[in-house]
């Protein structure tokens, strides 16, 4: 069984490795197609705002004769003037980072305190300081879109296999507003004067979290952090549910048309196999007579290694007979003639080392004594053939 086990455990390790290089590839891919997305974006962006200064230095130097710009003409980037893309009202999909930094103002991505039917407030772009409800909050992309006609609004191209025979290239279209852009307007009461009006909230923050464990949902509070005030939550209307003849009636519902008993097994034996593979290598759980058959064969091995193991040379039979006897005969003991023999031994050898090293003294003291005494007579000798060659100067020769 030790066999088939680590076998599992081994395929389970091969699968686990070629899902982690599957998931890299996908990811690999993904970042890239959304980075390439993110490029072409900004570039139709980038061609938008270049054209609108452009068009806007024309118009101060020209003045009255500058050319008519609300016209049937694209723009470099393919659009009609005063509109977009279509394809830029598509929203690419966010980081997790990206999804935080949007909504750090509001309790963060796990637990957002905004909901539809809130008051906010715009903070950027051509719907600057306008106050709108929130109709739909797409958490994709950490994005809202506001109600009312005046707001949220865009011109948009659409594509030639969109847009209709003899109708307009250009459409309005509600365009989402990311949750950084926006804030909650609530109104709340001053404390010293009283007075009660509709407050810009900056920073929202969750609170008294209740897990309900029947619905596995979370439900928490939203507190302004500093002022200690808990914004209560819009209250959403109940949904009516309409009967329909096919809709299945309540009490066929609960009625109960299985009952279980020990008598008897809730299924056949049969479909388990066809549920989970009795032959797949991930099997962990067997059978008892396929556990006794698989411990039957291993047996065997065992026994059939002792079989091999018992029929040895009479060399090998004799070697084993010695380590026998060596191992009954356990480790050797010293004795005290023995310790005492060895310590003379010891002795000996010390002073032996001791008088080696003074004679290699006593005869590299001679040879450096001999060494000084030679150099001496060779320099008398030669001071005395000739004089003055000690000086390093040549002698003049005589004529």
Same mark, same amino acid.
């Given at each position: 069984?030790?066999?088939?086990?680590?076998?599992?455990?081994?395929?389970?390790?091969?699968?686990?490795?070629?899902?982690?290089?599957?998931?890299?590839?996908?990811?690999?891919?993904?970042?890239?197609?959304?980075?390439?997305?993110?490029?072409?974006?900004?570039?139709?962006?980038?061609?938008?705002?270049?054209?609108?200064?452009?068009?806007?230095?024309?118009? $101060?130097?020209?003045?009255?004769?500058?050319?008519?710009?609300?016209?049937?003409?694209?723009?470099?980037? =393919?659009?009609?003037?005063? #509109?977009?893309?279509?394809?830029?009202?598509?929203?690419?999909?966010?980081?997790?980072?990206?999804?935080?930094?949007?909504?750090?103002?509001?309790?963060?991505?796990?637990?957002?305190?905004?909901?539809?039917?809130?008051?906010?407030?715009?903070?950027?772009?051509?719907?600057?300081?306008?106050?709108?409800?929130?109709?739909?909050?797409?958490?994709?992309?950490?994005?809202?879109?506001?109600? @009312?006609?005046?707001?949220?609004?865009?011109?948009?191209?659409?594509?030639?296999?969109?847009?209709?025979? @003899? =109708?307009?290239?250009?459409?309005?279209?509600?365009?989402?507003?990311?949750?950084?852009?926006?804030?909650?307007?609530?109104?709340?009461?001053?404390?010293?004067?009283?007075?009660?009006?509709?407050?810009?909230?900056?920073?929202?923050?969750?609170?008294?979290?209740?897990?309900?464990?029947?619905?596995?949902?979370?439900?928490?509070?939203?507190?302004?952090?500093?002022?200690?005030?808990?914004?209560?939550?819009?209250?959403?209307?109940?949904?009516?549910?309409?009967?329909?003849?096919?809709?299945?009636?309540?009490?066929?519902?609960?009625?109960?048309?299985?009952?279980?008993?020990?008598?008897?097994?809730?299924?056949?034996?049969?479909?388990?196999?066809?549920?989970?593979?009795?032959?797949?290598?991930?099997?962990?759980?067997?059978?008892?007579?396929?556990?006794?058959?698989?411990?039957?064969?291993?047996?065997?091995?065992?026994?059939?290694? !002792?079989?091999?193991?018992?029929? $040895? $040379?009479?060399? !090998?039979?004799?070697?084993?007979?010695?380590?026998?006897?060596?191992?009954?005969?356990?480790?050797?003991?010293?004795?005290?003639?023995?310790?005492?023999?060895?310590?003379?031994?010891?002795?000996?050898?010390?002073?032996?080392?001791?008088?080696? !090293?003074?004679?290699?003294? =006593?005869?590299?003291?001679?040879?450096? !004594?001999?060494?000084?005494?030679?150099?001496?007579?060779?320099?008398? #000798?030669?001071?005395?053939?000739?004089?003055?060659?000690?000086?390093?100067?040549?002698?003049?020769?005589?004529?």
């Amino acid at each position: 069984m030790d066999k088939i086990l680590r076998r599992v455990r081994m395929a389970e390790r091969q699968v686990a490795r070629r899902v982690k290089r599957n998931q890299e590839k996908t990811q690999a891919a993904a970042r890239k197609k959304r980075l390439e997305e993110i490029a072409r974006l900004r570039r139709s962006a980038s061609l938008d705002l270049n054209s609108a200064i452009k068009a806007r230095h024309e118009d $101060l130097e020209l003045g009255p004769i500058a050319p008519r710009r609300d016209v049937s003409q694209l723009t470099p980037s =393919g659009a009609y003037w005063g #509109s977009i893309a279509a394809e830029r009202l598509n929203t690419p999909k966010l980081t997790d980072e990206q999804k935080s930094a949007r909504a750090a103002w509001a309790g963060g991505v796990q637990y957002l305190c905004l909901a539809p039917g809130d008051r906010v407030v715009v903070l950027e772009g051509p719907d600057k300081g306008k106050i709108a409800t929130i109709d739909k909050i797409d958490r994709d992309t950490m994005s809202v879109e506001l109600g @009312g006609a005046d707001i949220g609004f865009v011109n948009a191209m659409l594509p030639d296999f969109l847009a209709k025979q @003899g =109708g307009k290239p250009v459409v309005q279209v509600k365009a989402s507003i990311p949750i950084s852009a926006i804030r909650l307007v609530h109104p709340i009461t001053d404390p010293q004067t009283g007075v009660t009006r509709d407050t810009i909230i900056r920073e929202l923050q969750p609170v008294g979290m209740v897990h309900d464990r029947p619905t596995r949902k979370v439900f928490w509070s939203r507190l302004v952090p500093g002022l200690n005030v808990r914004i209560p939550w819009p209250k959403v209307p109940p949904k009516k549910h309409e009967d329909y003849p096919a809709d299945t009636l309540r009490l066929e519902v609960e009625e109960r048309t299985f009952v279980p008993t020990l008598l008897r097994p809730p299924m056949p034996e049969t479909v388990i196999d066809e549920l989970r593979n009795r032959y797949s290598k991930f099997r962990t759980r067997h059978t008892p007579e396929y556990i006794a058959k698989i411990e039957a064969q291993e047996a065997e091995k065992k026994v059939r290694k !002792q079989s091999v193991e018992s029929m $040895l $040379l009479p060399v !090998q039979e004799y070697n084993r007979k010695l380590r026998e006897l060596r191992r009954q005969r356990g480790k050797p003991e010293l004795t005290t003639e023995m310790l005492e023999k060895i310590g003379e031994i010891i002795v000996k050898n010390k002073l032996r080392r001791s008088g080696d !090293q003074l004679t290699e003294a =006593g005869a590299a003291t001679t040879d450096a !004594q001999m060494g000084r005494i030679q150099s001496a007579v060779a320099q008398l #000798s030669i001071g005395a053939e000739t004089p003055g060659a000690s000086s390093g100067e040549e002698q003049p020769r005589a004529s």
